[in-house]
Structures are given as C-alpha cells and as structure tokens.
C-alpha cells in the first residue's frame, strides 16, 4: 500500500507543478508530464534533504514563513538540478511556493 500512496503523491506533485507553471510567471516545467514527474521527484528529494538539515519546522505540516521560504528556495535550487526540465525565477519561486502551500492545505497530505 505504500507503493501506491508514493506513486500517487508523485503524480499529484506533478499535476501542481504543471498548474503552477501556468499560473506562476517565472516558473517553467518543460518535458510534459514526465518532466513534471522528474520535477516533482527532485523537489522532493531536495526538500527531504532541507528538512534533515534543517528540522521538521520546514514540513508540510508546520509551514510557517521559514517552511514558505524554504519551499521557495527548495523549488529555485531545484532546477539547476534539471536544467532542462524547470526554469524558475526567484518570483516564480515564491509565487510556486505560495501556490504549492495553498494546494498542500487543501488537498490532504495523506493522499499525497
């Protein structure tokens, strides 16, 4: 069961980075869905990293201004990982961040 519940926060995480890069200036995800995916997998990645670091002040569950600005940063550094695949301006960041928060307060992290 919790192969499904991964595949399926992956594929929610896509679906948002592809909304936000229709509503975000600054933020691109090229490649379709599979870039998303990537996308998707490497924001994660690098935010389980910053949450080792830094604590779990920066989850999901206790976004404040330092989970915002972390999200933010997470999302920027993000594509000089996949350069190809994501484009993100510091505001497309912040506006991404700000979307990605709005989505993880209605759509319950369970599912993701």
Do not use: C, H
């Not at 926060?9 to 936000?20: E, G, P």
């Not at 890069?21 to 990293?49: C, K, T």
């Not at 993000?78 to 912040?94: E, H, K, R, T, Y």
């Amino acid at each position: 069961m919790q192969w499904i519940g991964l595949i399926i926060r992956f594929v929610v995480s896509a679906l948002v980075l592809i909304v936000v890069s229709w509503l975000a200036p600054g933020f691109v995800v090229r490649g379709g869905f599979a870039g998303a995916l990537i996308a998707a997998a490497v924001i994660a990645v690098l935010g389980y990293v910053a949450e080792a670091l830094l604590g779990d002040k920066i989850s999901p569950q206790n976004r404040g201004i330092v989970g915002f600005i972390t999200a933010a940063v997470v999302i920027y550094l993000a594509q000089f990982v996949i350069p190809n695949l994501l484009s993100v301006s510091l505001v497309g960041a912040l506006i991404s961040a700000f979307v990605v928060g709005l989505i993880d307060a209605v759509v319950p992290t369970v599912l993701r």
